[in-house]
């Protein structure tokens, strides 16, 4: 069962080969240049960058793989959440597939692509706790298996992710800036009073960063030597990264490692919170999953080891590249949905940031012979 996988939901071009759950070939253009000039993301220029990226992109990716369109059994495609610009140029492009060579479409939610990601490198042992730390979502499921997902908990305001590249752009770090200011906080020293935990003080298990954010500007506003740290660092991640010594930016460490603490702090809050309630539900947990862009963060990483460790629960951390978008995790949900029967009509439709996702796949014995 060979199933090929297209992200475009955000700012990276990708496409993955999924064999029988394995995965055999990959692609991703990233667009953080283009958008690196803007410190942010700019949806119209994401989805002209996918058009004009997808079709070479994907002949190229053939040749490497050494295979063609007539050997696929399925196109699965991320439809959303994500920009819908975006979205709408990796839907059109996976329907007319489908269509051109008779093949079946899936349509895969993104947040459950990356969730499942890590089942590329091992089994995953269900019931599982996720935890969905992205540049767009925050979310906390329960897996009682890979096709059930309940939602416990997500953020009302900025991702994680997104709070980690707005400090870091009030910063005057080069975006994507997470990885820059976890470059920066592993050399700091965690000060506990300059910024407090958000959003704990209640019994939920959402999130809300923006208060911290809010915290964060000011602080960097009423210390204008922070922005004058950055500017006499590398702005090459590679540079950064291989630097030793941080001694002449000892301020701009200490806010970026007392951040970085605030926001895995209140995550692993909050899932101890959700394994606490998932025991009173008489829930099973397995194992703890952690996905996204911000599961490549070095103290998440290290905190989410602790968490598992402390409650007996299997550890599930993604490669790196599996953290951030990419083709693979589409294929892989694709394949795990055609492996039991499920796949979608050419009606599928692209869901925006904010929309639900709806579970209106069909029964593959269902749909019109191709
Ligand atoms: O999952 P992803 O590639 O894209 C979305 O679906 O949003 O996540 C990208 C996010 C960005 O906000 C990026 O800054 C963040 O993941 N990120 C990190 C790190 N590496 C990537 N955040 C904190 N620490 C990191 N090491
Ligand atoms: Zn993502």
Redesign the pocket.
């Known amino acids: 069962m060979l199933v090929l996988g297209i992200e475009t939901?955000?700012?990276?071009t990708a496409f993955g080969l999924v064999e029988n759950g394995r995965l055999v070939a990959e692609a991703v253009a990233s667009q953080a240049d283009v958008h690196a000039l803007f410190g942010g993301v700019v949806p119209e220029l994401a989805s002209r960058e996918h058009y004009r990226i997808l079709g070479p992109l994907f002949d190229n990716f053939l040749q490497r793989a050494n295979i063609s369109v007539a050997d696929l059994d399925a196109v699965a495609v991320a439809r959303g959440p994500?920009l819908l610009g975006s979205l709408l140029v990796g839907v059109a492009f996976a329907k007319a597939l489908a269509f051109g060579a008779g093949i079946s479409l899936i349509g895969i939610d993104?947040?459950r692509a990356?969730i499942l990601a890590p089942g590329l490198e091992r089994e995953l042992n269900f019931p599982a706790l996720g935890l969905l730390?992205?540049?767009?979502?925050t979310h906390i499921y329960y897996l009682e298996n890979p096709h059930s997902f309940e939602l416990l908990g997500k953020t009302l305001d900025d991702?994680?992710?997104?709070a980690?590249?707005k400090v870091?752009k009030m910063l005057g770090l080069p975006y994507?800036?997470?990885?820059f200011?976890?470059?920066l906080a592993k050399a700091g020293q965690i000060n506990r009073h300059l910024f407090t935990y958000p959003y704990l003080d209640n019994n939920n298990l959402d999130f809300s960063f923006s208060g911290l954010k809010t915290a964060l500007s000011s602080y960097i506003l009423a210390n204008p030597c922070l922005k004058e740290q950055v500017a006499a660092l590398p702005s090459s991640f590679d540079e950064l990264a291989a630097r030793q010594d941080f001694a002449s930016v000892l301020q701009l460490t200490e806010l970026c490692a007392s951040f970085?603490h605030c926001v895995v702090h209140t995550l692993c809050v909050k899932v101890e919170r959700a394994l606490q309630q998932l025991r009173t539900r008489g829930k099973k947990v397995n194992s703890f999953i952690v996905?996204?862009?911000?599961?490549?963060?070095?103290?998440?990483r290290e905190q989410a080891e602790k968490l598992a460790e402390k409650n007996a629960l299997e550890l599930v951390l993604p490669s790196?590249s599996l953290?951030?978008?990419?083709g693979a995790m589409i294929a892989y949900a694709g394949y795990l949905m055609l492996k039991n029967g499920y796949v979608h009509n050419l009606d599928l439709e692209a869901m925006a940031r904010g929309r639900v996702i709806p579970e209106d796949f069909v029964r593959l014995q269902d749909t019109p012979a191709r």
């Open positions: 939901s955000c700012d990276e994500g993104h947040l990356h730390v992205s540049g767009g979502h991702a994680a992710g997104e980690f590249d870091a994507p800036g997470g990885r200011l976890d470059r970085n996905a996204g862009g911000v599961a490549a963060n070095s103290m998440l790196f953290c951030t978008d990419n």
